[in-house]
């Protein structure tokens, strides 16, 4: 009915929120464009570093955050990499020249 | 066979990359492959009108420059088969590229897709020159205004000088109530101003900012009276050059459309 309305009247066809979405899309992409990193880019980064990380701790993957953020007078990656536990590994030989602490 | 075209206007902010985004979108509707490629080097923006920003990982230099394969480089768009989008580099310059470059490029991309459809940046040095390289043939976007009418008519010049075949026109954000009111030039006074063929006029419409807004080119909306005049330009583009343009007839509403009834308003004067 209202779309009938709108047809006679020439009223707006979709009541929209588009306003929103361009001002969400904008500030995500001026984020990206100043460090020149796009969220494409910005995952793969994120797929590396876990890799590494994952060597070392169990993580969570599904609940691990990355993203560019703009503080007062730059720009930070931040990220939250939830940890499960440590994971048991054969304790490295000390580097050379290093001497172990005594136990 | 594939074809190359470029968008071009000399004007800046006539309607170049909405047009390359829709036409992108209305030949891959019809059943075409086609790529689009943002050659504003600097000043991207196709991907955002498509909405492809995220998507993003190597643009046109990276592939220029042998730093990806071509493959690579593209973004393949989810919502709509057989369309892909190469970026522009964000953080190069226009001398970034040259000619020769873009005349690879293009011939390389010729050979997946059925269309290869240039967004050329505003000007004439060598961002034009470059966008116009590789280029098979020219579609010249302008509004109905002096300024980018003679900037038209300099870039219909230009276009010639690369030995391209006579560009075709597309006339953008016409306005019917001003031009039937007489304050806004009409179809056949820019064409003979310009005398090129035209392909297609299209409305100056608010539904082009809410699907800017969105990332998603208004030629998908069905019920978008711009997005039709983008399918129509689409499909005498993609080999049906008869299909009528749209009718741009002023939408006068219920009022004089009754007094017309009457006979106390004049007959439509039907935007051809
Ligand atoms: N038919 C139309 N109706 C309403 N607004 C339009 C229409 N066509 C283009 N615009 C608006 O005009 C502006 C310029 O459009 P666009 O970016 O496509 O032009 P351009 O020629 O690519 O510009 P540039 O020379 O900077 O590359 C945009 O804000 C766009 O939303
Ligand atoms: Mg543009």
Not at chain 2, 81 to 94: C, F, I, V
Not at chain 2, 151 to 169: F, S
Not at chain 2, 196 to 218: M, T
Request: with cysteine; aromatic share 4%; proline share 6%.
């Amino acid at each position: 009915m209202r779309d009938l309305f709108n047809r006679f009247f020439g009223g707006p066809k979709t009541v929209g929120k588009s306003k929103e979405e361009a001002k969400q899309r904008l500030k995500f992409l001026l984020i990206h464009d100043q460090v020149d990193l796009t969220p494409a880019q910005l995952d793969t980064m994120k797929a590396e570093i876990l890799e590494v990380i994952a060597k070392y701790v169990e993580i969570d993957q599904d609940g691990t955050e990355f993203k560019l953020e703009k503080e007062e007078d730059c720009i930070a990656l931040v990220s939250s990499i939830p940890v499960r536990r440590v994971v048991e590994r054969p304790a490295s030989p000390p580097p050379a020249g290093v001497t172990p602490a005594p136990a | 066979m594939s074809e190359c075209i470029v968008i071009t206007s000399g004007k800046g902010g006539v309607g170049k990359t909405t047009t390359t985004a829709n036409l992108g979108v209305a030949l891959a509707q019809q059943g075409h492959t086609v790529a689009v490629v943002d050659a504003d080097i600097g000043l991207r923006n196709l991907d955002v009108i498509l909405g492809l920003e995220n998507r993003i990982v190597y643009d046109l230099v990276h592939v220029i420059e042998g730093e990806c394969r071509l493959k690579q480089g593209l973004i393949k768009d989810k919502r709509l088969d057989g369309l892909s989008l190469l970026p522009a580099a964000q953080t190069r310059d226009k001398n970034a590229v040259t000619p020769d470059q873009m005349r690879k490029l293009v011939a390389e991309l010729k050979e997946h897709f059925d269309y290869v459809l240039v967004d050329c940046p505003a000007g004439i040095e060598q961002g034009f020159k470059n966008a116009v390289a590789g280029a098979d043939k020219a579609i010249i976007v302008t509004t109905p205004e002096v300024s980018a009418i003679r900037d038209a008519d300099r870039i219909i010049g230009m276009v010639e000088a690369a030995e391209l075949p006579e560009p075709q026109l597309i006339i953008n954000r016409f306005r019917a109530k001003m031009v039937q009111s007489g304050d806004m030039m009409n179809k056949e006074d820019i064409l003979e101003i310009l005398a090129i063929p035209l392909l297609g006029v299209v409305p100056d419409h608010e539904d082009i900012i809410v699907s800017a807004n969105r990332g998603v080119p208004v030629a998908f909306d069905d019920e978008s009276l711009v997005g039709e005049a983008y399918r129509r330009i689409g499909r005498r583009l993609g080999g049906e050059p008869d299909v009528p343009l749209l009718d741009l007839t002023v939408d006068d509403g219920l009022w004089t459309t009754i007094k017309r009834w009457m006979g106390l308003a004049p007959a439509r004067e039907v935007a051809r």
